[in-house]
């Protein structure tokens, strides 16, 4: 048995996608199983050599939308995209039915082509395949139940095509083929969401980010370090952050903040109000550009309280791996209600704090009663880390892809023959 691990957004370090690929094929591997990395074509060198990855894909995972006709350019862009990822993987001329095939952080396109794929494939030798989408589904959620159970709206095709273009894929796909063919995320929500938009069954992984061990209690640590890490963007409501960081600056003398942006150029304007406010006063410190292994986790490390003031639609039927990483590794937050991050305070015994109103004025009250309660929430978060080994982190990914896949005793025995327990 070989393990595929194929990502066209397996780019560079600008996001999450190089975290994910490291500690899943990382346990994946400790199985003692082969693993093979399958990532954009225009790989960064250095991490091409890190990873140990395959450059392969033509195109990446979020360039493939629109080919910029006014009437039709994302039904283009998704027939074309979907052809070329289709033809990349046909190159796998060895993959057989005893192996396995990860996609990570689908969109359209590369659903359509893994599906276009697999299909013409004869079935008797076709592989295993699991499909993760990364991100919502292009869904407006209204509203979730006590059940778990969404209700949502669709947007304007011609602003939000995705749901449309989810659920033609999934149409090309038979009752039959569900014992082989998986599509997953890592939310509850958003897995519901999903199922609903495809019509199909979708299973939610554990969350893959990991302990970075030995995790610090931040009880008692003053000053704060207040935490804005990861790919800024308007999603991330990042435009917001320099009236925050004023608001916090004048009325919290025990803080430092930190913020690190992989792409600055990304929102030019918004970053030079950031080093503006950086070069009148030193609490404020920035870090610029992508960040490797050892750096994320530094950054981890250096922050007390993690700040992710998000966008509410966009993150209920999405996760954050920059939530998740605070999460399982003892930092409490300060997130969106009725989002994924609101979800997880909660599971995790409210280790964090959740604020109701998209604007500067609610997420500064909320950052403040943070740091007001900072001790309490420290507390909580330091049991919420104790929680996490024992669901979450890529151990439990790997394990649970082995196991939808009805791969597990090929892990096992590989495991056995490694001399490892699992």
């Known amino acids: 048995m070989r393990f595929f691990y194929a990502d066209p957004g397996l780019l560079n370090n600008q996001s999450h996608h190089a975290n994910s690929c490291r500690c899943i094929c990382r346990e994946l591997r400790a199985l003692d199983l082969h693993v093979v990395i399958l990532g954009c074509l225009g790989i960064d060198p250095g991490l091409r050599v890190e990873l140990g990855a395959t450059p392969f894909f033509d195109g990446y995972t979020y360039s493939t939308f629109s080919d ?3 009437i039709c350019g994302p039904l283009n862009a998704f027939k074309n995209w979907a052809w070329i990822t289709a033809n990349n ?7 057989g039915a005893e192996d396995v095939l990860y996609l990570n952080s689908a969109q359209p396109p590369q659903f359509m082509g893994v599906i276009q794929w697999w299909k013409a494939i004869p079935e008797s030798e076709r592989p295993r395949v699991v499909v993760e989408f990364g991100t919502d589904p292009g869904v407006d959620v209204l509203r979730v139940d006590d059940a778990g159970d969404p209700t949502y709206q ?4 011609r602003v939000d095509p995705r749901p449309m273009l989810y659920r033609f894929a999934a149409r090309h796909l ?25 019509d199909w069954p979708v299973h939610t992984l554990p969350l893959p980010q990991d302990q970075h061990l030995p995790v610090r209690s931040r009880k008692g640590t003053r000053p704060i370090t207040i935490g804005v890490l990861g790919h800024q963007r308007p999603d991330k409501g990042f435009q917001l952050i320099p009236a925050i960081v004023r608001d916090l600056l004048a009325s919290e003398r025990n803080i430092r903040i930190l913020v690190q942006n992989s ?4 929102m030019a304007d918004t ?12 609490r404020v410190s920035l870090d610029e550009g992508p960040v490797g292994a050892e750096r994320w986790i530094d950054l981890l490390r250096e922050s007390d309280l993690m700040l992710c003031p998000y966008d509410p639609i966009r993150y209920i039927a999405s996760y954050s791996a920059v939530a998740t990483d605070a999460v399982a590794n003892a930092i409490p937050l300060v997130a969106p209600d009725g989002t994924s991050l609101a979800r997880l305070i909660r599971k995790y015994g409210d280790c964090g704090v959740i604020y109701a ?17 900072f001790d309490v929430l420290a507390d909580r978060a330091d049991e919420a880390a104790s929680r996490w080994a024992s669901t979450m982190g890529a151990a439990n990914t790997a394990h649970e892809l082995l196991e939808i896949t009805g791969r597990r005793e090929a892990g096992l025995r590989a495991s056995y023959r490694s001399g490892r327990l699992l």
Do not use: K
Request: hydrophobic share 40%.
């Open 68 to 70: 910029g006709d006014p």
């Open 263 to 266: 792409v600055p150029s990304d």
């Open 357 to 373: 109103q998209n604007s500067v004025e609610s997420i500064v009250a909320a950052t403040r009663y943070a740091l007001a309660h």
């Open 271 to 282: 970053q030079d109000a950031i080093r503006h406010i950086s070069d009148s006063d030193s």
């Open 89 to 95: 993987l046909s190159r796998l001329m060895s993959i």
């Open 174 to 198: 038979a009752a039959e083929d569900r014992t082989r063919f998986h599509v997953a995320t890592f939310d509850d929500v958003t897995s519901r969401v999903f199922g609903s938009v495809l």
């Open 154 to 157: 669709l947007r304007d095709y």
